[in-house]
């Protein structure tokens, strides 16, 4: 196991101030705070496309983590070449073979010979979601993967999200829907102006938050949490 | 001397034209074949003098084909160091000359399409594990139909330019003589209809590619989104 995963006084730039945490295995962990509040960066921080400006990150040992981005790109290529191509940058042999099944397990394999491209906004996140799932990550990172969705796909990417973390897969997901959190996620990151204000289960964090930002966000937020 | 439109008829002018379109045309793959991942390489690759590469790049799109024809007469005449070789006032110099002279055209068209790209891959492709060459390969194979235009800019201005091909060649008719320098020479002999005939069919095939080009892209564009 790859995890726990260990920041240690973690900063960047002026978005994040130094932050010590740990990311532990089991409880899909959920990212929350408003737009600019550095959700975004703190992922990367983790996954490993940006550098930490001070402070270290340190994984238990090496592994497989993946990422999901709020708007997936796409190759100008079929929807299982694309599952093949990250297949195949990871040395997964018989790559084809596990790429139709991870387009089977989102409900893709009907389109698996189409162009990725043509797909609809929500076919391209569940993609996107079998092209990290085929990659079986013992992390997966989510940065708002349904932000730009309409509640039918978005309802069909959470329970994509659910299954996954069912199969064992470590779930971290960044957003700004309360619903989602409660939905989704088993403990609660709060990020405000860049500072971790707060951690606690998500029960706890709905109905008791500690600090005041995280009770104003909440409230704030509230009609979004009805949808 | 034949009167305008019969000109057409002539087997010399057609015997002009298909050796004008097998130097361009070979220039232009043989230019492609090096500017696009070379291209490709500047967009993704970070290195010391990059920046200062990129302007120099642009700026040698604007090469005199007469000054390309320079270097390469030079380099390619008997006293020069491929000298040797014995190409001069062949086709195969032509080849040369040409594609010294689009070869920046298409590397800084295709740098700019593949940078402008990067910015939409990068982060997926890193998260993917793409890095260096694989992710520019992987960028250039993707925006392939648009890398189109860099490489019609390079044949436009290969099968447009004298000044290069006329040193390098030196118009020996039946040997060397192409499209351009045979209008050149033929407007200074006083044969207009030749001249006008052969500038007529420059300009029709320079379209017929275009239209053929676009078509591909529209077609590739509408399949693959």
Known sequence: MILPLTLAQVSFRDIIEPVSLEIEAGPSTIILGANGAGKSVLMRLMHGLLAPSSGTLSWSRSGRHAMVFQRPVMLRRSALANVVYALKLAHVKEAEKHASEALEEVGLAHVAHRSARVLSGGEQQRLALARAWALHPEVLFLDEPTASLDPTATREIEIIIRAFDAAGTKIVMATHNLGQAKRLGDEVIYLHQGRVVERAPVDRFFSQPKTAEAAAFIKGELPWALS | ?225
């Open chain 2, 1 to 225: 001397m034949q009167d305008f439109p019969y000109v057409l008829a002539e087997a010399r002018l057609w015997q002009i034209v298909v050796l004008s379109l097998e130097v361009s045309l070979s220039a232009v793959a043989l230019a492609a074949l090096v500017g696009l991942p070379l291209g490709a390489a500047i967009a993704v690759g970070r290195f010391p003098g990059r920046q200062a590469l990129i302007v120099v790049l642009n700026a040698l799109m604007g090469l005199p084909p007469v000054v390309v024809g320079l270097f390469v007469y030079l380099m390619l005449s008997r006293a020069g160091p491929l000298g040797a070789l014995g190409v001069l006032f062949t086709p195969e110099a032509m080849v040369i000359a040409q594609t010294i002279l689009i070869l920046p055209i298409i590397a800084a068209l295709s740098r700019q399409a593949v940078e402008d790209a990067w910015r939409e891959y990068e982060e997926q492709l890193r998260s993917l594990g793409a890095h260096g060459s694989r992710a520019a390969l992987t960028v250039l194979w993707d925006i392939r139909f648009s890398l189109v235009t860099a490489v019609l800019a390079g044949l436009g201005r290969a099968s447009a330019e004298v000044g290069a091909v006329m040193i390098v060649g030196g118009n020996i008719d039946g040997v060397t003589r192409v499209m351009t320098t045979a209008i050149a020479l033929e407007t200074s002999k006083g044969d207009l209809p030749l001249a006008l005939g052969l500038g007529l069919v420059l300009m029709v095939i320079v379209l017929a590619l275009n239209a053929a080009a676009h078509l591909v892209k529209e077609a590739a564009q509408r399949r693959y989104g």
